[in-house]
């Protein structure tokens, strides 16, 4: 046995049979949404698991902030987060041959996509 | 004695703690409790090595050796860490009961040095001022956590407080230079720091329901600021350093 005592090296006991656990056995999910620059949209980053709201953040703001800007975080609880159904996502069908509700649509696109570049 | 003397002991012993309890708690990653936990635990042992090599950067500039000859080519009794950051890592409740007793500390410490009157620790201090923010907002989130949670994480956690508490003392232990750096007004100095960190601490420790060892009972363990160590740090040292021997003038 190697004497160091980095668990690393020598790796703690693990059991020899491993169980499977129940889905969410320990703590809840909280959705976390990041904003890069002040004024800008919160975009949803993805999940933490944590027993309240406040380690929530704490695990947002590594998880999920650890890397390039960040403004700000919320979370919310996944469970407070309403959904349309997939059994239903027939009603989105035609949107995408709608295209003159896209501002992308018109001749101005040009003059858009300049304004964006500029933006940034 | 000259002031440059009097300013390397004082960023000796910062860098020296920052860089050996980061490597301490890097030792979690790939077992922290859960993911999340796991790389937040792995990051801020990052960004203390990454403190570390800042101010040893400011050695270097006074004439010291580079950063990486004075992280891996001293021996233990060259480094001038306290004895709470050399201790292995033990289970989950003494890592975060260190983590929080030595990042308050280096909180307070960095407060009080971003006024220091030499400049690249002031703004060094400023620089690193919110990161340290964060370490100690995950402190006190977890203490909280556990020590309000069940019997057992409750119990767990005063037990590492006692078993920390005299090694934390030690971070305030004092060097030869203390008076001349109150006196050029570079650091404010180790016994106003450690009545400053007693006040800052009490009342997150009271409401994560544990308590402060009785007072009657701290007795600080010394020596680490001079180079006398616990036997955890050279086997630490042996270990960090294992790759960077192999080849001391590699470029990495």
């Not at chain 2, 030792?27 to 990454?50: N, R, V, Y």
């Not at chain 2, 004895?83 to 909180?107: C, K, N, Q, T």
């Not at chain 2, 060097?175 to 016994?191: A, D």
């Not at chain 2, 308590?211 to 680490?224: K, Q, R």
Request: glycine content about 6%.
């Amino acid at each position: 046995m190697n004497k160091s005592i980095d668990p690393r090296v020598n790796r703690i006991d693990f059991p020899e049979e491993v169980t499977e656990k129940k889905e969410l056995d320990q703590w809840e999910t909280w959705e976390v949404f990041h904003q890069r620059k002040r004024g800008e949209q919160h975009e949803h980053a993805g999940i933490v698991h944590a027993p309240n709201a406040e380690m929530a953040l704490v695990m947002a703001k590594e998880t999920f902030g650890r890397r390039g800007h960040t403004a700000n975080i919320w979370v919310v609880q996944s469970m407070h987060v309403h959904s349309t159904g997939y059994e239903d996502d027939d009603m989105f069908a035609t949107t995408p041959e709608k295209i003159y509700r896209e501002a992308g649509g018109y001749k101005v696109m040009e003059k858009i996509n300049k304004y964006k570049k500029e933006q940034q | 004695m000259d002031t440059n003397t009097a300013i390397k002991e004082l960023l000796y012993k910062i860098a020296d703690d920052q860089l050996v309890i980061g490597h301490r708690n890097s030792e979690w990653t790939g077992l922290g409790p859960i993911l999340e936990e796991d790389i937040a635990f792995s990051s801020m042992a990052q960004d203390k090595l990454g403190q570390s090599q800042a101010i040893y950067n400011i050695l270097n500039s006074m004439g010291e050796q580079d950063a990486d000859t004075l992280a891996f080519m001293r021996n233990a009794a060259q480094f001038h860490c306290n004895h709470l950051v050399e201790m292995p890592i033990g289970g989950y409740d003494f890592s975060l009961i260190r983590h929080f007793l030595f990042d308050h500390a280096e909180w307070l410490r960095f407060d009080m040095l971003m006024n220091s009157s030499f400049e690249p620790i002031a703004k060094l201090a400023r620089k690193y001022r919110g990161e340290i923010k964060y370490h100690i907002m995950h402190a006190d989130v977890w203490l909280k956590q556990l020590g309000n949670a069940t019997e057992e994480s409750h119990n767990r956690m005063q037990t590492a407080l006692d078993n920390s508490f005299n090694k934390a003392l030690g971070i305030f232990e004092t060097g030869p230079h203390e008076e001349q750096l109150k006196s050029e007004k570079i650091f404010e100095g180790e016994e106003i720091l450690k009545q400053i960190w007693l006040k800052k601490i009490s009342p997150i420790i009271e409401l994560a329901n544990l308590e402060l060892p009785a007072e009657s009972a701290w007795n600080p363990s010394l020596g680490g600021r001079a180079g006398k160590h616990t036997e955890y740090l050279q086997p630490l040292l042996d270990e960090m350093t294992e790759v960077f021997k192999i080849d001391p003038s590699a470029e990495w």
